[in-house]
Nanobody, 118 residues
Framework: QVQLVESGGDLVQPGGSLRLSCAAS????????MAWYRQAPGKQRESLAV???????HYADSVKGRFTIARDSAKNSVYLQMTNLKPEDTAVYYC????????????WGQGTQVTVSS
């Protein structure tokens, strides 16, 4: 059974930082591209950052320079370090795993809430 379990969401003040974690189980972690998405109320889910199975990273313009994605194969985990947080970063953040070989194998976590407010 595949599980992606996010953690680290919290209430933080503008300008603050948070680190989200996603622990994966039930997949061969090295064979998956990992990504972080978010969805704010009334908005579509958006892709924020992707790290390929080989470690190549890509970022949405909205978070480039503020967010950093990283993966730890020893822990089957992916992280999102978020700095200089803004109120518009408030959303539910989701972890995503997409197979590098099979396009129909894609999994989602349950989400973790990030709220940026003073």
């Amino acid at each position: 059974q595949v599980q992606l379990v996010e953690s680290g969401g919290d209430l933080v003040q503008p300008g603050g930082s948070l680190r989200l974690s996603c622990a994966a189980s039930g997949i061969i972690f090295s064979g998956y591209h990992m990504a972080w998405y978010r969805q704010a109320p009334g908005k579509q889910r958006e892709s924020l950052a992707v790290i390929s199975s080989r470690g190549t990273t890509h970022y949405a313009d909205s978070v480039k320079g503020r967010f950093t994605i990283a993966r730890d194969s020893a822990k089957n985990s992916v992280y999102l370090q978020m700095t200089n947080l803004k109120p518009e970063d408030t959303a539910v953040y989701y972890c995503n795993a997409a197979s590098a070989l099979f396009s129909d194998r894609e999994f989602w976590g349950q989400g973790t809430q990030v709220t940026v407010s003073s």
